[in-house]
């Protein structure tokens, strides 16, 4: 096993994953989110369709690494029947996405392929 270094994490990504029966709650998280976390996250794009190697619509958040556990802390309580996919950022997305993986709610299949995996 390599000993890699967690200061090669830049920052993280939270996935919020939804489908047309949970376009509103993820709409009401969204709105969540902004109000508690807006000026610490920045919040993407609300896709409609998947988007890169995400099977699901999502929209993303990019957390800075110090606020990643105060983030990922409340989106664990509050997340209701959505489910999140989080990753790292470092030099080396396929493994980010594949191997350095969290989930919050259930788990989905991504298309790696996307990330030349």
């Keep these: 096993m390599n000993d890699l270094d967690p200061a090669d994490i830049a920052s993280w990504h939270a996935h919020i994953y939804f489908d047309p029966a949970t376009r509103d709650a993820a709409w009401t998280l969204r709105e969540a989110i902004e109000a508690r976390f807006g000026d610490i996250v920045q919040i993407g794009r609300f896709h409609e369709r998947p988007v890169g190697p ?3 619509w999502s929209y993303q958040l990019a957390i800075p690494r110090e606020r990643f556990v105060a983030v990922v802390e409340w989106l664990t309580l509050n997340h209701g029947s959505l489910d999140v996919f989080m990753h790292p950022n470092t030099s080396d997305a396929l493994r980010d996405h594949r191997d ?13 392929g996307a990330l030349g995996g």
């Design 54 to 56: 995400h099977p699901m």
């Design 100 to 112: 350095a993986a969290l989930w919050i709610g259930h788990s989905h299949t991504l298309d790696l």
